[in-house]
Protein backbone atom coordinates (compact mmCIF):
# COMPACT_ATOMS: atom_id res chain seq x y z
CA UNK A 1 0.00 0.00 0.00
CA UNK A 2 2.55 2.49 1.27
CA UNK A 3 6.49 2.88 0.04
CA UNK A 4 8.31 -0.64 1.23
CA UNK A 5 5.11 -2.66 1.98
CA UNK A 6 3.94 -0.84 5.25
CA UNK A 7 0.26 -0.10 6.21
CA UNK A 8 -0.67 3.45 5.83
CA UNK A 9 -1.75 4.99 9.06
CA UNK A 10 -4.61 6.82 9.95
CA UNK A 11 -5.83 8.17 13.02
CA UNK A 12 -10.06 9.29 13.22
CA UNK A 13 -10.02 12.00 16.29
CA UNK A 14 -13.02 12.57 18.30
CA UNK A 15 -12.41 16.15 20.32
CA UNK A 16 -14.32 16.94 23.30
CA UNK A 17 -17.90 17.68 21.98
CA UNK A 18 -19.22 21.17 23.05
CA UNK A 19 -23.13 21.72 23.18
CA UNK A 20 -23.94 25.20 22.19
CA UNK A 21 -25.81 27.37 24.69
CA UNK A 22 -27.75 28.68 21.85
CA UNK A 23 -29.60 25.30 22.57
CA UNK A 24 -29.32 25.56 26.34
CA UNK A 25 -29.24 27.13 29.50
CA UNK A 26 -25.27 27.44 30.86
CA UNK A 27 -25.80 25.25 33.14
CA UNK A 28 -27.34 22.49 30.77
CA UNK A 29 -25.10 22.91 27.97
CA UNK A 30 -22.21 22.42 30.63
CA UNK A 31 -23.85 19.27 32.00
CA UNK A 32 -24.36 17.65 28.22
CA UNK A 33 -21.32 18.13 27.65
CA UNK A 34 -19.13 16.67 30.38
CA UNK A 35 -21.76 13.74 31.81
CA UNK A 36 -24.94 13.68 30.30
CA UNK A 37 -24.43 12.26 26.75
CA UNK A 38 -21.19 10.36 25.78
CA UNK A 39 -21.28 8.70 22.90
CA UNK A 40 -19.24 7.19 20.15
CA UNK A 41 -19.21 8.61 16.39
CA UNK A 42 -20.67 6.77 14.28
CA UNK A 43 -19.47 8.76 10.93
CA UNK A 44 -15.73 8.08 12.82
CA UNK A 45 -16.51 4.39 13.54
CA UNK A 46 -17.93 3.37 9.83
CA UNK A 47 -14.92 5.24 8.16
CA UNK A 48 -12.60 3.18 10.44
CA UNK A 49 -13.64 -0.35 9.46
CA UNK A 50 -13.86 0.63 5.85
CA UNK A 51 -9.95 1.74 5.92
CA UNK A 52 -9.17 -1.22 7.98
CA UNK A 53 -11.45 -3.30 5.59
CA UNK A 54 -9.10 -2.03 2.43
CA UNK A 55 -6.14 -2.48 4.35
CA UNK A 56 -5.10 0.75 6.46
CA UNK A 57 -3.97 0.25 9.80
CA UNK A 58 -6.50 2.83 11.74
CA UNK A 59 -6.70 3.76 15.80
CA UNK A 60 -9.76 5.61 17.04
CA UNK A 61 -8.94 8.27 19.58
CA UNK A 62 -11.82 9.73 21.44
CA UNK A 63 -10.98 12.05 23.92
CA UNK A 64 -14.19 13.28 24.67
CA UNK A 65 -14.80 9.75 26.44
CA UNK A 66 -11.52 9.23 27.81
CA UNK A 67 -11.70 13.20 29.42
CA UNK A 68 -8.14 13.38 27.52
CA UNK A 69 -6.91 16.68 27.68
CA UNK A 70 -5.02 18.56 24.09
CA UNK A 71 -1.67 17.58 25.76
CA UNK A 72 -2.37 13.94 26.55
CA UNK A 73 -4.51 13.67 23.22
CA UNK A 74 -1.25 14.80 21.34
CA UNK A 75 1.19 12.42 22.97
CA UNK A 76 -1.04 9.60 22.01
CA UNK A 77 -0.98 11.38 18.48
CA UNK A 78 2.80 11.59 18.76
CA UNK A 79 2.92 8.23 19.87
CA UNK A 80 1.30 6.13 17.13
CA UNK A 81 3.11 8.56 14.17
CA UNK A 82 0.18 8.41 11.33
CA UNK A 83 0.20 9.73 8.12
CA UNK A 84 -2.71 12.25 9.00
CA UNK A 85 -5.07 13.15 11.92
CA UNK A 86 -8.99 13.14 10.60
CA UNK A 87 -12.41 14.88 12.55
CA UNK A 88 -15.47 14.62 12.19
CA UNK A 89 -16.77 18.29 12.20
CA UNK A 90 -20.55 19.89 12.32
CA UNK A 91 -21.95 23.44 12.19
CA UNK A 92 -23.18 23.52 15.63
CA UNK A 93 -19.41 23.00 17.30
CA UNK A 94 -17.28 23.59 14.30
CA UNK A 95 -15.12 26.32 16.57
CA UNK A 96 -15.20 23.58 19.33
CA UNK A 97 -13.65 21.59 17.08
CA UNK A 98 -11.38 23.84 15.77
CA UNK A 99 -9.75 24.56 18.70
CA UNK A 100 -8.62 20.77 19.02
CA UNK A 101 -7.74 20.88 15.30
CA UNK A 102 -5.46 23.83 15.73
CA UNK A 103 -3.74 22.60 18.77
CA UNK A 104 -3.02 18.82 17.58
CA UNK A 105 -1.62 20.75 14.42
CA UNK A 106 0.69 22.98 16.80
CA UNK A 107 1.91 20.38 19.23
CA UNK A 108 2.37 17.27 16.61
CA UNK A 109 2.93 18.44 13.41
CA UNK A 110 0.52 16.10 11.88
CA UNK A 111 -2.05 16.45 8.53
CA UNK A 112 -5.37 17.21 9.35
CA UNK A 113 -8.06 16.43 7.53
CA UNK A 114 -12.16 17.23 8.43
CA UNK A 115 -14.95 15.62 6.68
CA UNK A 116 -18.77 15.91 8.02
CA UNK A 117 -21.73 17.86 6.96
CA UNK A 118 -20.24 20.76 7.95
CA UNK A 119 -18.39 20.54 4.24
CA UNK A 120 -21.45 20.25 2.35
CA UNK A 121 -23.06 23.72 3.64
CA UNK A 122 -19.51 26.00 4.16
CA UNK A 123 -16.66 24.04 2.33
CA UNK A 124 -14.85 27.20 1.23
CA UNK A 125 -15.49 29.03 4.77
CA UNK A 126 -14.11 25.70 6.76
CA UNK A 127 -10.48 26.16 4.49
CA UNK A 128 -9.84 29.73 5.41
CA UNK A 129 -8.80 27.86 8.72
CA UNK A 130 -4.59 26.81 7.89
CA UNK A 131 -4.70 24.57 10.62
CA UNK A 132 -7.15 22.22 8.72
CA UNK A 133 -4.63 20.98 5.43
CA UNK A 134 -7.36 19.29 3.62
CA UNK A 135 -10.90 18.48 3.36
CA UNK A 136 -13.17 15.66 2.13
CA UNK A 137 -17.10 16.55 1.00
CA UNK A 138 -19.77 13.79 0.71
CA UNK A 139 -19.82 10.50 2.57
CA UNK A 140 -16.05 10.16 2.35
CA UNK A 141 -16.31 6.36 1.49
CA UNK A 142 -13.91 6.47 -1.77
CA UNK A 143 -12.50 10.45 -1.01
CA UNK A 144 -10.60 9.29 1.89
CA UNK A 145 -8.83 6.47 0.98
CA UNK A 146 -7.81 7.74 -2.26
CA UNK A 147 -6.65 11.26 -0.61
CA UNK A 148 -4.47 9.11 1.99
CA UNK A 149 -3.09 6.85 -0.74
CA UNK A 150 -2.24 10.55 -2.28
CA UNK A 151 -0.53 11.66 0.39
CA UNK A 152 1.12 8.52 1.16
CA UNK A 153 2.40 8.50 -2.42
CA UNK A 154 3.43 12.15 -2.60
CA UNK A 155 0.76 12.99 -5.14
CA UNK A 156 -1.43 15.99 -5.84
CA UNK A 157 -3.88 15.59 -3.82
CA UNK A 158 -5.84 18.46 -5.93
CA UNK A 159 -6.71 15.20 -8.40
CA UNK A 160 -8.71 13.43 -6.02
CA UNK A 161 -12.15 14.28 -6.48
CA UNK A 162 -14.17 15.36 -3.84
CA UNK A 163 -10.99 16.70 -1.76
CA UNK A 164 -10.91 20.52 -0.66
CA UNK A 165 -7.81 22.08 -0.36
CA UNK A 166 -5.18 24.81 -1.17
CA UNK A 167 -3.17 25.66 -4.15
CA UNK A 168 -0.66 28.42 -3.87
CA UNK A 169 -2.64 30.21 -0.56
CA UNK A 170 -5.92 29.85 -2.84
CA UNK A 171 -9.26 27.86 -1.81
CA UNK A 172 -9.47 24.93 -4.53
CA UNK A 173 -12.16 22.15 -4.78
CA UNK A 174 -12.25 19.34 -6.89
CA UNK A 175 -14.42 17.63 -8.55
CA UNK A 176 -17.55 16.68 -6.24
CA UNK A 177 -17.62 12.69 -5.94
CA UNK A 178 -21.41 11.15 -6.04
CA UNK A 179 -22.52 9.21 -3.08
CA UNK A 180 -22.74 5.72 -4.20
CA UNK A 181 -22.00 3.02 -1.36
CA UNK A 182 -24.93 2.55 1.15
CA UNK A 183 -24.18 1.82 4.95
CA UNK A 184 -24.80 -2.26 4.07
CA UNK A 185 -21.47 -1.85 1.11
CA UNK A 186 -19.23 -1.49 4.30
CA UNK A 187 -18.61 -3.35 7.14
CA UNK A 188 -19.96 -2.55 10.42
CA UNK A 189 -18.88 -0.21 12.36
CA UNK A 190 -15.40 -0.57 14.23
CA UNK A 191 -16.36 -0.58 17.77
CA UNK A 192 -13.12 -2.56 18.67
CA UNK A 193 -11.70 0.47 18.06
CA UNK A 194 -13.50 2.21 20.99
CA UNK A 195 -13.94 2.64 24.20
CA UNK A 196 -17.66 1.32 24.30
CA UNK A 197 -17.37 1.09 28.47
CA UNK A 198 -17.14 5.08 28.75
CA UNK A 199 -20.19 5.55 26.84
CA UNK A 200 -23.48 6.83 28.89
CA UNK A 201 -26.53 8.85 28.66
CA UNK A 202 -28.86 10.50 31.64
CA UNK A 203 -31.51 8.06 30.92
CA UNK A 204 -29.45 4.80 30.65
CA UNK A 205 -29.76 1.78 32.95
CA UNK A 206 -28.11 -1.03 31.62
CA UNK A 207 -24.26 -0.32 29.98
CA UNK A 208 -22.00 -0.65 27.69
CA UNK A 209 -24.14 0.74 25.81
CA UNK A 210 -23.75 2.04 21.73
CA UNK A 211 -25.46 3.70 19.03
CA UNK A 212 -26.68 2.40 15.41
CA UNK A 213 -28.05 3.69 12.32
CA UNK A 214 -30.72 1.52 10.62
CA UNK A 215 -31.38 4.38 7.86
CA UNK A 216 -29.65 7.64 6.68
CA UNK A 217 -31.86 10.47 5.93
CA UNK A 218 -35.41 11.85 6.75
CA UNK A 219 -38.30 11.37 3.96
CA UNK A 220 -40.18 14.30 6.00
CA UNK A 221 -39.66 17.92 5.76
CA UNK A 222 -40.51 20.11 8.95
CA UNK A 223 -39.14 23.43 8.54
CA UNK A 224 -37.06 23.04 11.48
CA UNK A 225 -35.19 20.62 10.59
CA UNK A 226 -31.61 20.57 9.96
CA UNK A 227 -31.05 17.21 8.35
CA UNK A 228 -30.68 16.84 5.01
CA UNK A 229 -33.40 14.48 3.31
CA UNK A 230 -32.40 14.06 -0.09
CA UNK A 231 -31.25 10.82 0.11
CA UNK A 232 -32.77 8.51 2.44
CA UNK A 233 -31.25 5.02 2.80
CA UNK A 234 -32.69 2.83 5.06
CA UNK A 235 -30.92 -0.68 5.85
CA UNK A 236 -32.77 -4.16 5.19
CA UNK A 237 -34.38 -5.80 8.63
CA UNK A 238 -31.99 -8.41 8.76
CA UNK A 239 -28.84 -6.28 8.15
CA UNK A 240 -29.85 -4.19 11.47
CA UNK A 241 -30.52 -7.29 13.12
CA UNK A 242 -26.92 -8.93 12.10
CA UNK A 243 -25.10 -5.93 13.77
CA UNK A 244 -27.25 -5.77 17.00
CA UNK A 245 -26.11 -9.38 17.25
CA UNK A 246 -22.30 -8.66 17.16
CA UNK A 247 -22.99 -5.92 19.47
CA UNK A 248 -24.31 -7.96 21.82
CA UNK A 249 -22.21 -10.76 21.40
CA UNK A 250 -18.87 -9.66 20.57
CA UNK A 251 -18.59 -6.06 22.57
CA UNK A 252 -20.93 -7.64 25.06
CA UNK A 253 -23.27 -4.55 24.84
CA UNK A 254 -26.40 -4.13 26.83
CA UNK A 255 -28.18 -1.39 24.98
CA UNK A 256 -28.12 0.37 21.63
CA UNK A 257 -29.30 4.00 20.97
CA UNK A 258 -30.74 4.10 17.21
CA UNK A 259 -30.25 7.34 16.09
CA UNK A 260 -32.13 7.41 12.78
CA UNK A 261 -34.54 10.43 12.56
CA UNK A 262 -37.47 8.19 12.51
CA UNK A 263 -37.32 4.78 13.06
CA UNK A 264 -40.36 3.67 12.40
CA UNK A 265 -40.99 5.32 9.25
CA UNK A 266 -41.62 1.92 7.31
CA UNK A 267 -43.64 -0.20 9.24
CA UNK A 268 -43.01 -3.73 7.35
CA UNK A 269 -39.11 -3.25 8.31
CA UNK A 270 -39.54 -2.49 11.62
CA UNK A 271 -41.44 -5.42 12.24
CA UNK A 272 -39.45 -7.61 10.55
CA UNK A 273 -36.16 -6.18 12.56
CA UNK A 274 -38.14 -7.66 15.74
CA UNK A 275 -38.58 -10.99 13.68
CA UNK A 276 -34.97 -10.95 13.26
CA UNK A 277 -34.06 -9.75 17.02
CA UNK A 278 -36.19 -12.86 18.21
CA UNK A 279 -34.86 -15.29 15.85
CA UNK A 280 -31.15 -14.58 17.01
CA UNK A 281 -32.73 -14.90 20.17
CA UNK A 282 -30.77 -11.51 21.36
CA UNK A 283 -31.48 -10.22 24.99
CA UNK A 284 -30.19 -6.56 24.12
CA UNK A 285 -32.16 -3.57 25.06
CA UNK A 286 -33.01 -0.85 22.28
CA UNK A 287 -34.29 2.45 21.86
CA UNK A 288 -35.38 4.70 19.17
CA UNK A 289 -36.70 8.19 17.61
CA UNK A 290 -39.84 8.38 16.26
CA UNK A 291 -42.90 10.34 15.33
CA UNK A 292 -46.23 10.04 17.22
CA UNK A 293 -47.85 9.63 13.71
CA UNK A 294 -45.68 6.39 12.72
CA UNK A 295 -46.49 4.28 15.08
CA UNK A 296 -49.33 1.56 16.35
CA UNK A 297 -50.43 -0.61 19.25
CA UNK A 298 -49.30 -3.65 17.17
CA UNK A 299 -45.87 -2.11 16.60
CA UNK A 300 -45.50 -1.00 19.98
CA UNK A 301 -45.95 -4.33 21.08
CA UNK A 302 -43.69 -6.46 19.06
CA UNK A 303 -40.85 -4.05 19.52
CA UNK A 304 -41.17 -4.00 23.31
CA UNK A 305 -41.22 -7.82 23.00
CA UNK A 306 -37.89 -7.46 20.95
CA UNK A 307 -36.77 -5.27 23.67
CA UNK A 308 -37.44 -1.88 22.84
CA UNK A 309 -37.42 -0.03 25.95
CA UNK A 310 -37.17 3.60 25.29
CA UNK A 311 -39.25 5.68 22.63
CA UNK A 312 -37.59 9.55 21.90
CA UNK A 313 -41.32 10.98 20.43
CA UNK A 314 -40.61 14.50 18.13
CA UNK A 315 -43.50 16.82 19.78
CA UNK A 316 -41.79 19.85 19.40
CA UNK A 317 -45.04 21.88 20.64
CA UNK A 318 -48.88 21.73 22.09
CA UNK A 319 -49.60 24.02 19.75
CA UNK A 320 -51.21 22.87 16.81
CA UNK A 321 -51.04 26.30 14.31
CA UNK A 322 -47.55 25.97 15.30
CA UNK A 323 -46.96 22.67 14.38
CA UNK A 324 -49.13 22.99 11.22
CA UNK A 325 -47.29 26.28 10.58
CA UNK A 326 -44.04 24.28 9.79
CA UNK A 327 -45.26 21.06 7.90
CA UNK A 328 -45.59 19.15 11.22
CA UNK A 329 -48.31 17.73 10.31
CA UNK A 330 -49.25 15.45 13.39
CA UNK A 331 -52.69 15.95 15.61
CA UNK A 332 -52.44 17.03 19.21
CA UNK A 333 -55.01 13.46 19.81
CA UNK A 334 -52.54 11.60 17.77
CA UNK A 335 -49.64 12.66 20.04
CA UNK A 336 -51.52 12.16 23.17
CA UNK A 337 -52.39 8.28 21.84
CA UNK A 338 -49.00 7.50 20.54
CA UNK A 339 -47.74 8.60 24.27
CA UNK A 340 -50.25 6.53 25.95
CA UNK A 341 -50.23 3.65 24.03
CA UNK A 342 -46.14 4.12 24.63
CA UNK A 343 -46.49 4.09 28.45
CA UNK A 344 -49.37 0.93 28.13
CA UNK A 345 -46.88 -0.92 26.66
CA UNK A 346 -44.78 -0.57 29.40
CA UNK A 347 -42.07 1.71 27.32
CA UNK A 348 -39.75 4.80 28.90
CA UNK A 349 -41.05 7.63 27.13
CA UNK A 350 -39.00 11.04 26.33
CA UNK A 351 -40.59 13.93 24.45
CA UNK A 352 -38.68 16.22 22.72
CA UNK A 353 -40.33 20.14 22.72
CA UNK A 354 -38.92 23.25 21.29
CA UNK A 355 -38.98 27.13 22.57
CA UNK A 356 -39.01 30.14 20.79
CA UNK A 357 -40.18 28.95 16.80
CA UNK A 358 -40.89 31.92 14.69
CA UNK A 359 -44.32 33.06 15.55
CA UNK A 360 -44.60 31.94 18.89
CA UNK A 361 -45.74 34.06 21.86
CA UNK A 362 -45.92 33.65 25.50
CA UNK A 363 -48.92 31.85 25.14
CA UNK A 364 -47.66 29.23 22.59
CA UNK A 365 -45.29 28.65 25.15
CA UNK A 366 -47.40 27.89 27.80
CA UNK A 367 -49.70 25.91 25.84
CA UNK A 368 -46.76 23.40 25.10
CA UNK A 369 -45.59 23.45 28.36
CA UNK A 370 -48.90 22.46 29.83
CA UNK A 371 -49.28 19.96 27.03
CA UNK A 372 -45.92 18.32 28.34
CA UNK A 373 -47.30 18.19 31.60
CA UNK A 374 -50.40 16.40 30.24
CA UNK A 375 -48.55 13.67 28.92
CA UNK A 376 -46.52 12.85 31.18
CA UNK A 377 -43.70 11.38 29.66
CA UNK A 378 -41.07 9.88 31.73
CA UNK A 379 -38.49 12.47 30.24
CA UNK A 380 -38.65 15.58 28.07
CA UNK A 381 -36.11 17.33 26.55
CA UNK A 382 -36.31 21.09 25.96
CA UNK A 383 -34.44 23.17 23.35
CA UNK A 384 -34.67 26.69 22.16
CA UNK A 385 -35.52 27.02 18.51
CA UNK A 386 -31.86 28.18 16.88
CA UNK A 387 -32.30 28.14 13.03
CA UNK A 388 -29.37 26.24 11.42
CA UNK A 389 -28.87 25.09 7.65
CA UNK A 390 -29.52 23.81 5.84
CA UNK A 391 -33.45 24.46 6.96
CA UNK A 392 -36.40 25.70 5.09
CA UNK A 393 -36.40 28.13 8.41
CA UNK A 394 -32.64 29.04 7.98
CA UNK A 395 -33.08 29.93 4.46
CA UNK A 396 -35.84 32.06 5.10
CA UNK A 397 -33.60 33.58 7.92
CA UNK A 398 -30.74 34.62 5.10
CA UNK A 399 -33.31 36.27 2.70
CA UNK A 400 -35.28 38.30 5.35
CA UNK A 401 -31.65 39.18 6.73
CA UNK A 402 -29.61 39.26 4.37
CA UNK A 403 -26.64 37.11 6.62
CA UNK A 404 -25.59 33.92 6.44
CA UNK A 405 -25.41 33.71 9.95
CA UNK A 406 -23.69 30.43 10.22
CA UNK A 407 -21.27 31.34 7.46
CA UNK A 408 -19.80 34.27 9.55
CA UNK A 409 -19.78 31.77 12.15
CA UNK A 410 -17.55 29.37 10.18
CA UNK A 411 -15.39 32.26 9.23
CA UNK A 412 -14.78 33.42 12.82
CA UNK A 413 -17.64 35.70 14.04
CA UNK A 414 -18.52 33.74 16.65
CA UNK A 415 -20.81 36.19 18.71
CA UNK A 416 -22.83 36.92 15.51
CA UNK A 417 -25.07 33.49 16.64
CA UNK A 418 -26.25 35.88 19.75
CA UNK A 419 -28.94 37.16 17.24
CA UNK A 420 -30.58 33.71 16.38
CA UNK A 421 -32.20 32.07 19.32
CA UNK A 422 -35.01 34.84 19.10
CA UNK A 423 -35.63 35.13 15.28
CA UNK A 424 -39.02 35.90 14.09
CA UNK A 425 -40.58 34.98 17.87
CA UNK A 426 -40.78 38.37 19.04
CA UNK A 427 -39.07 36.62 22.39
CA UNK A 428 -35.67 37.74 23.65
CA UNK A 429 -32.71 35.60 24.59
CA UNK A 430 -33.06 35.93 28.08
CA UNK A 431 -36.26 35.85 28.44
CA UNK A 432 -36.15 32.03 26.51
CA UNK A 433 -33.51 31.51 28.42
CA UNK A 434 -35.72 31.52 31.82
CA UNK A 435 -38.55 30.29 29.96
CA UNK A 436 -36.51 27.18 29.59
CA UNK A 437 -35.06 26.76 32.92
CA UNK A 438 -38.95 27.33 34.02
CA UNK A 439 -40.14 24.72 31.57
CA UNK A 440 -37.57 22.09 33.28
CA UNK A 441 -37.88 23.35 36.91
CA UNK A 442 -41.92 22.91 36.43
CA UNK A 443 -41.69 19.75 34.87
CA UNK A 444 -38.78 17.58 36.68
CA UNK A 445 -38.87 19.28 40.23
CA UNK A 446 -42.99 18.27 40.58
CA UNK A 447 -42.88 15.73 44.35
CA UNK A 448 -44.97 13.14 41.74
CA UNK A 449 -42.42 12.82 39.33
CA UNK A 450 -39.62 12.44 41.78
CA UNK A 451 -40.75 9.87 43.50
CA UNK A 452 -42.01 7.85 40.50
CA UNK A 453 -38.41 8.24 38.82
CA UNK A 454 -36.55 7.24 42.42
CA UNK A 455 -39.13 3.71 41.87
CA UNK A 456 -37.64 3.08 38.71
CA UNK A 457 -33.91 3.63 38.99
CA UNK A 458 -31.84 0.26 39.49
CA UNK A 459 -28.44 1.56 39.95
CA UNK A 460 -26.43 4.28 41.79
CA UNK A 461 -25.06 5.22 38.52
CA UNK A 462 -28.01 5.97 37.03
CA UNK A 463 -28.82 7.68 39.94
CA UNK A 464 -25.88 9.54 39.70
CA UNK A 465 -26.54 10.96 36.21
CA UNK A 466 -29.92 11.77 37.22
CA UNK A 467 -29.07 13.66 40.08
CA UNK A 468 -26.63 15.41 38.19
CA UNK A 469 -28.94 16.49 35.36
CA UNK A 470 -31.31 17.49 38.12
CA UNK A 471 -28.99 20.25 39.70
CA UNK A 472 -27.96 21.30 36.26
CA UNK A 473 -31.67 22.66 35.50
CA UNK A 474 -31.94 24.90 39.24
Known sequence: MAAAGKKIRVLFLNPKQEVTERL????????????????????????AAHLERLGFEVRILDAYALRLSVEETAAR???????????NIYTQNF??????????????????????????????????????????????????PELLECLAGGGDPARVRGVCCRREGEYFAAAPRPDELSLEDVPFPARHLLPNDRYTT??????????????????????????????YQARSADHVAAEMEECERRFGIREILFQDETFTFNRERVLKICEGIGRRGLKVQWS????????????????????LTKINFGIESGDQETLKRF???????????????????????????????PGEDRRGLEKTRRFALELGCDFV??????????SELYRQVVR??????????????????????????GLDSKFLDEWQRRFFRSYYYRPSYVLGRLKKIKSFREFAGLARAALSIR
Open 327 to 357: HRDIGLETIRQAVRWTKEEGITTLGFFMVGL
Open 202 to 231: VMTQAWPITVMLSALGCPFHCAYCDVPGKR
Open 400 to 425: ETGIDYWREYTLGNTGILEKLPAFGA
Open 288 to 307: IRSRPDRVDREMLRAMRQAG
Open 381 to 390: QVNKFVPQPP
Open 77 to 87: VREFKPLAVCF
Open 95 to 144: HSALFWITAIKSLTGATTIVGGPQMSLYPREVMTHPAIDFAATGEGWETL
Open 24 to 47: YTERVAKQYAESAYVLPNMAIAYL
